[in-house]
């Protein structure tokens, strides 16, 4: 099993509608949750963390999570052609300081 | 903020050369940084695990000898690829971390293409 699993898409949503990316970890003890986006040859830009179970919202962005489920989610509202992006869900195990990143999901916004 | 520079962008060597990565944390301190491979349409994977005043950590796999990394301060790791080959070629990536409320930061990355 991974560390963290992700759906590698491509997903694809129209502008304007929600876009939900899911990521599962292992590791129950994990304590730090990640969100990055990162656009084609460039690195990864931090879009949201989260620590603590339920939602927190930054702007279009809404990041949940689960941890008895062990999920964690990212939502984009009015999602936009510049979300068009590989998204990356990162993970702090217990006892360690560094991310464990996911394989990521391929959002395409569509026009 | 939290910010985090990282030089060359693109380098281009010779095979059998070596080339220096500087990653540098602007406006913070950062006792640790993390050193990043991501090759195409692949996530990133940990390389090691630079501390300032001391050795640095690898993950297995990864040739200490090969990737030589330096945190000779507060502010500078760098990563130097020894002896490169082609298939070394690669996107590398540093990261830091300011505090718990900033997350980690990413260095913009190196494009690193061996000939």
């Known amino acids: 099993q991974k560390e963290v699993e992700q759906n590698s898409g491509p997903l694809s949503v129209p502008e304007g509608a929600i876009a939900s990316l899911n990521c599962t970890y292992s590791d129950r003890g994990s304590q730090s949750f990640f969100w990055y986006r990162q656009y084609s040859g460039k690195s990864p830009e931090l879009i949201m963390f989260i620590y603590s179970n339920g939602d927190k919202e930054d702007g279009r962005f809404t990041a949940q999570l689960n941890k008895a489920s062990q999920y964690v989610s990212l939502l984009i509202r009015d999602s936009q052609p510049s979300d068009s992006a590989t998204y990356l869900c990162a993970v702090i195990r217990a006892g360690a300081n560094n991310l464990f990143f996911g394989t990521g999901t391929r959002l395409t916004v569509i026009p | 903020g939290a910010v985090v520079s990282q030089h060359p962008s693109r380098v281009i060597c010779k095979s059998g050369t070596s080339v220096k990565i500087e990653c540098r944390s602007l406006?913070?301190?950062?006792?640790?940084m993390f050193w990043y491979r991501q090759f195409p349409k692949q996530s990133l994977m940990l390389m090691a695990t630079?501390?300032?005043?001391?050795?640095?950590?690898?993950e297995q796999g990864v040739e200490k000898d090969k990737f030589l990394i330096n945190h000779a301060s507060l502010t500078l790791s760098t990563l130097t690829v020894t002896s490169a080959h082609p298939e070394d070629s690669s996107f590398y990536i540093c990261s830091a971390v300011r505090d718990r409320d900033y997350g980690y930061t990413f260095g913009s990355g190196t494009r690193l293409t061996v000939v």
């Open positions: 630079s501390n300032e005043g001391s050795k640095a950590t690898y």
């Open positions: 406006d913070f301190q950062a006792t640790t």
